[in-house]
């Protein structure tokens, strides 16, 4: 059984303000959906008190937001392990700075997963099998996960698999060769779990080693 250790003030104040920033980001995505719908239904001018409230509402929320990252920015810089750890999953093509804080408060500064497995159970990308008795199913991910991190490493695996050459080649052959299409892209948020861990604990950037390929 393994100590539990109370995370840095840092990791807790990063957790505090990416709960803060979420909210924020639904709170503008919402008025974003309220105003195009208004401008749908009655057109600009003939709401011009509405348009004008909303777009003012949206300026300053993202305004706010603008804050917030900078501020978690500011948090990061300051802490020379947390800094690198931010700059080495960055490295990796597909995953963006907000997956990168997310993963490292999730992870307590990759303190709380002995190995990226652990954590692809926990993010609900990690296959189980489904059987019951003589009952032989499909292999499928658990729906008692973190939605939040899953949801993101779903954005990383279809931009990974968008501009990432590596990961293209390998998901269109997989889907050529008649698999399915969402288990592919579950293979693809482990691929990225998996580099994300490794990054992290070898403390250098990813090498995209099909550039060097003859």
Known sequence: IALFEMPSTVLEELKRLLSFRERLVKQRAGFKTSLGEYKEVFGSDEITVYVGSHEEMLKCLTLQIDKIEDEMNKLIN???MLKNQFKLINSIKGVGPQTALVMIVLTGGFTMFRSWRRFASYAGTAPFPNESGIYRGKTMTSKLANRRIKTLLTLCAGTS??????MKIYYEKRLSEGKNKM??????RNKLISRIFAVVNRETPYVDTLKYAA
């Open 78 to 80: 300051g802490d020379e």
């Open 161 to 166: 698999i968008q501009y990432n050459p590596e």
């Open 183 to 188: 288990s592919t892209l579950n293979i693809v």
